[in-house]
């Protein structure tokens, strides 16, 4: 299957439940809103096979995924069955909190990714590292956590920056995400009222993060549509948010 030319992406995390429910008829009607890319989660060895017979029949393709990198038997497996899924950057979702308050627990980080980085080079794919809001409320080196670990990273590490959740971590994404530079090669888009609190997640536009700047920043990385939660209907949410964006020109 040939690479989309496409921007936009969806996390399939946003439409969870309908997956246990209806798998294959869940990613269609993600096809149906347009998407020709969606993002797993949890991917492992055991589902790659069932992924890429979905794909066949949809159309979809996924570029990145996340999945639990460091808690993995095999990582040597993993990444080859990523590769051979047609995914190129496995993203590791989440690092516990008490391992961002220091310089010490960022050491450890780095250490976890970069030897990650280094055995998926051998398949072809990238490693990268999603964030929540403690990457970002706590800070090391007198600058956010986030930052400071990416200056521990090698080059084949990138980063997948969550925008809602960097928000609710106190930090300006847009700004974040210029210094930040290259290294991002993903960003989650969403909206609310930058709480913890899920369902107070909005569609794209709906919100107080301002998603068109946040989108200006970050021109070359790959948009993933993203609720952890809604207050509603997640693919009617999802179907809001891909309106506004091609109502602002992103496809």
């Known amino acids: 299957m040939s690479a989309s030319t496409s921007t936009l992406s969806v996390q399939l995390y946003s439409v969870r439940e309908r997956l246990d429910e209806d798998f294959l008829g869940t990613l269609r009607a993600l096809a149906d809103l347009g998407f020709t ?3 797993p989660f949890g991917f492992t060895p055991d589902v790659a096979l069932t992924y890429s017979q979905a794909f066949a029949e949809t159309g979809l393709s996924a570029p990145t995924t996340h999945a639990g ?3 993995a038997p095999d990582q040597a497996e993993l990444f080859a069955a990523a590769a051979h899924a047609g995914v190129r950057t496995v993203i590791l979702p989440s690092s516990a909190q008490e391992r961002w308050t220091d310089a010490a627990g960022l050491e450890g ?3 976890d990714l970069n030897a990650a980085a280094a055995l998926a080079s051998e398949h072809e794919v990238r490693v990268g590292y999603h964030n ?4 970002l409320e706590n800070t090391v080196d007198g600058v956010p956590a986030l930052e400071a670990l990416a200056t521990r990273l090698d080059d084949g590490v990138v980063l997948e920056v969550d925008t809602y959740w960097a928000e609710v971590g106190g930090v300006d994404a847009v700004g974040l995400l210029g210094r930040l530079g290259e290294r991002v090669v993903a960003i989650h888009v969403k909206d609310g009222d930058r709480s913890r609190d899920t369902k107070k997640q909005q569609p794209a536009g709906q919100g107080d993060v301002p ?3 946040i989108l200006a920043a970050a021109p070359d990385a790959l ?3 993203e609720f952890d939660d809604y207050d509603g209907d997640r693919l009617e949410g999802i179907a809001a948010s891909v309106a506004y964006l091609r109502e602002h020109g992103i496809s």
């Not at 929540?132 to 990457?135: K, R």
């Open 37 to 39: 890319q969606v993002e």
């Open 69 to 71: 990198i460091l808690d």
């Open 109 to 111: 980080i780095a250490a």
């Open 132 to 135: 929540h809001w403690w990457e």
């Open 211 to 213: 998603v068109l700047d």
């Open 223 to 225: 948009r993933v549509i």
